[in-house]
C-alpha cells in the first residue's frame, strides 16, 4: 500500500513555492504524469536520487521526505551516507558519513566468540551458528561488523562449489523495507538478526516477501573484525 503522507508532503512544499506541478517536473526531472500521480499517492515515492533533486527544489530537508516514504530511520543513514558519497558533494563532509557510523551497520554489530583458529581464519558464533572471519587478533572474543550491501539473499541453497562466499546462513525474511529502487531485508536467522540492502528490483525478481525462507551468502574477507575484551 503507498503512503498518501509522500505526496500531502510534496503538494504542500510545493504549493508553499508557488511551483505547478508541470514546473516542479520540469525542474527535478520527473515525468510530469508521474509525478502527479506519486502527489496523489497512486504511485510509490521515487529513487533517491529523485528525492534530492525535490528536497532541493523545495528547500526540503531531505530527511522528512525519506520518512514520509516509509523508510525507517536505520536505513534513512546509511542511503544518505551512500547517496552522499557517490555523488561526492563537496559541501558534505564525508567523515560523519562512514559506513562503520552507519545506524544499519551498527544493527550488523556482533559480539562474538572465537571457536577455532586457523592461521588469520576464525571460526565465530554467529548466534547459533558458526561463520568465517578474518583476524590476527589471538583474543576470544571479537566484534564483527557485516555491512549489509555486502549480503547476498538467495531463495535456495548455493552450491559451495559454484560460489565464492565462505558463509551460508538459512534465514527468514522478517521485514521487507522499500524506497524508490532500494529495498532493505531484515533476516532472521538462528539466534541473530541480520539486515541486508539491496536493488530492489533484485528483490521483486526473486519474489522475496516477509515470511519467506531463504540463505545470506557473506564472504568472510567483506566482514570487518575488532579486538574485544
Request: with cysteine.
Amino acid at each position: 500500500m503507498v503512503k498518501l503522507e509522500f505526496g500531502v508532503v510534496l503538494r504542500k512544499a510545493r504549493e508553499a513555492k508557488a511551483y505547478s506541478l508541470r514546473e516542479l517536473a520540469e525542474r527535478v526531472g520527473i515525468e510530469y504524469s508521474r509525478l502527479a500521480r506519486i502527489e496523489q499517492g497512486t504511485r510509490p515515492a521515487p529513487g533517491l536520487a529523485e528525492i534530492r533533486r525535490l528536497s532541493d527544489a523545495l528547500d526540503l530537508d531531505m530527511t522528512d521526505l525519506l520518512v514520509a516514504a516509509g523508510t525507517s530511520r536505520e536505513v534513512m543513514g546509511h542511503l544518505l551516507w551512500s547517496e552522499r558519497s557517490h555523488a561526492k558533494r563537496p559541501e558534505i563532509e564525508e567523515g560523519p558519513y562512514l559506513p562503520e557510523w552507519s545506524p544499519l551497520v551498527t544493527k550488523n554489530t556482533y559480539r562474538v566468540r572465537v571457536l577455532k583458529r586457523d592461521g588469520a581464519l576464525r571460526i565465530v558464533e554467529l548466534g547459533r551458528c558458526e561463520i568465517s572471519v578474518f583476524s590476527f587478533s589471538d583474543a576470544d572474543r571479537l566484534t564483527i561488523r557485516i555491512p549489509p550491501e555486502t549480503v547476498v539473499v538467495c531463495r535456495e541453497k548455493v552450491d559451495p562449489a559454484a560460489s565464492t562466499a565462505d558463509n551460508l546462513l538459512p534465514v527468514r525474511v522478517k521485514k521487507v523495507r522499500r524506497l524508490g529502487q532500494v529495498t532493505n531485508l531484515v533476516l532472521s536467522g538462528d539466534g541473530f538478526e541480520l539486515n541486508s540492502l539491496h536493488a530492489g528490483r533484485r528483490v521483486t525478481q526473486l519474489g522475496l516477501a516477509e515470511g519467506d525462507g531463504a540463505f545470506a551468502a557473506i564472504q568472510a574477507t567483506s566482514i570487518r573484525t575488532h579486538f574485544t575484551l
